[in-house]
């Protein structure tokens, strides 16, 4: 995508008087969790004036396109904007997230993020939305052109300081995706949005992909009386998870939330391998996977209460012969194999990516752009909120704000649990030296670690930066093992 506000070489002429002009401080283009994030601390650290534009008519992002049972796999007090907490903060009652605290629902999400919008920005004025619009280049003045999807109107945003790319991560969702595999007629393909809507019994419930989404139909699935033994889930990749009650908010799970932290360096290190270390982190109970006898190669942040995996592993019949590459009337064609069709068969179709492999860009571009990505491991809420935290308190040039927010890998294959950890790290380093970073970061809703830090118990505390003491020397023989394995000399796995 083109920034530049000099005359880009392929800008088209301004079509005149048509055209709706506009002028902003910052023109965020995304107005999902991380847009709206950056817009919200941004609005609150400066009386800068603030455009954002999104293909949907609210906030949220992918949110708008989910399926009506999603909820966040994380407690919902790590989420959503910095100034404004998400949910009650309450323990869940009942359920498979019981006694643990809520998980938000799609809909309080994007609940959340529509009254940051219509209470907070829009009523300052200094903030417009540009609702059911898309970002689509320069013209010849260089200046942003957004273009409404409804009736094709285009409006010419003259942007005083910067564009803000709220889009590289570029999520995806069942809703907005095509099946990546043939599908015959006749055959009854599904995104997880329908599920609500089975009005009678299918013979079979085939779940198409491991992810998020595949774990989510699954316990959809199990929760509504489908019974187990009725349940195929193609699971391509088996990927590691985290365990919810590890990281809980509130002061009385502190102990085990930093203790948790503690056990993760310890087994850094003591690890002789990347396999070594999910071994170990197993076994401290750090990571968990759905079959202990399959060793995962993937992950993704997911996290899961224990029992949620104990509902998941009620399904026996789960098929690891890699992709779909069709469906037809009577068989299954995998990449490894094929397997059989019953008549009356319903697919539901969780293959989107979710967050797809991109490498990271430098987040800031001289004077003119910001491109938002994660500066801590599973945390977008967060990262958002600390770019505009950067750009509001940081007297510094691009090259110095980008050494403190290098682009944490996104999360893919398991190692990724370790370059995550390594670019964190090395992030929150380059931050403890930014006095009014570390004053900001202390006061953060979505930093829960630093805010919380001192009422954590003193022997917690100092085992917890033994730790991470002992763990630091080791981080680099653990990411060139990473290396190795990309550069396809992959370690052989534990039988």
């Not at 009854?188 to 595949?214: D, E, F, Q």
Request: neutral net charge; proline residues 6%; hydrophobic residues 40%.
């Amino acid at each position: 995508m083109v920034w530049r506000r000099n005359r880009p070489e392929n800008a088209r002429e301004p079509k005149g008087a048509s055209m709706h002009e506009h002028e902003t401080d910052y023109l965020v283009i995304g107005a999902g969790a991380m847009g709206i994030g950056f817009a919200d601390s941004l609005f609150d650290l400066s009386d800068t004036r603030i455009t954002l534009v999104d293909r949907h008519h609210r906030p949220g992002g992918h949110w708008n396109d989910a399926y009506s049972f999603v909820r966040l796999h994380q407690p919902s007090a790590f989420y959503g904007v910095n100034s404004r907490a998400l949910g009650t903060d309450a323990d869940e009652a009942t359920g498979t997230n019981g006694g643990l605290r809520e998980l938000a629902s799609g809909q309080q999400v994007l609940d959340h993020f529509d009254a940051v919008l219509r209470q907070k920005l829009l009523p300052s004025g200094r903030v417009r939305f540009l609702s059911m619009a898309e970002h689509s280049g320069v013209d010849a003045r260089g200046r942003q052109v957004v273009r409404s999807l409804l009736n094709g109107q285009e409006t010419a945003i003259t942007v005083r300081r910067k564009v803000v790319d709220a889009t590289h991560t570029g999520t995806q969702v069942p809703a907005t995706h095509s099946p990546y595999f043939e599908v015959a007629a006749g055959v009854h393909c599904v995104p997880p949005n329908a599920l609500p809507c089975i009005a009678r019994a299918h013979s079979r419930y085939t779940v198409v992909g491991a992810g998020k989404t595949g774990m989510d139909a699954c316990l959809w699935l199990l929760l509504n009386g489908a019974e187990p033994s009725r349940i195929r889930w193609i699971m391509p990749n088996d990927a590691w998870f985290l365990d919810r009650a590890n990281v809980q908010p509130g002061v009385e799970h502190l102990e085990r939330f930093f203790g948790s932290l503690a056990a993760q360096f310890e087994c850094v290190a003591q690890a002789e391998s990347p396999e070594d270390l999910f071994a170990r982190l197993e076994k401290e109970g750090q990571l968990l996977r759905l079959d202990t006898a399959v060793q995962p190669s993937k992950y993704r942040c997911a996290t899961v209460s224990r029992q949620e995996l104990a509902e998941l592993r009620r399904i026996r019949s789960v098929v690891r012969l890699g992709r779909v590459r069709a469906i037809a009337s009577d068989r299954l064609v995998l990449e490894h194999g094929v397997v059989d069709v019953l008549p009356g068969e319903l697919f539901i179709d969780c293959s989107a990516c979710g967050i797809p492999s991109r490498p990271g860009i430098p987040m800031f571009q001289g004077e003119e752009a910001i491109h938002l990505q994660l500066v801590r491991q599973c945390a977008p809420s967060f990262s958002a909120a600390f770019i505009a935290a950067v750009e509001c308190l940081v007297e510094a040039s691009a090259e110095e704000r980008n050494a403190m927010c290098q682009p944490v890998p996104l999360p893919q294959e398991d190692v990724s649990w370790i370059t995550m950890h390594v670019t964190t790290l090395a992030n929150r380093q380059r931050w403890s030296r930014q006095e009014r970073l570390m004053q900001w970061l202390a006061q953060s809703r979505l930093d829960y670690g630093t805010r919380m830090r001192s009422q954590v118990p003193s022997q917690v505390m100092e085992r917890y930066m033994r730790a991470v003491k002992a763990a630091a020397p080791c981080w680099p023989e653990l990411l060139a093992a990473c290396e190795q394995r990309r550069a396809g000399h992959r370690l052989p796995e534990p039988a």
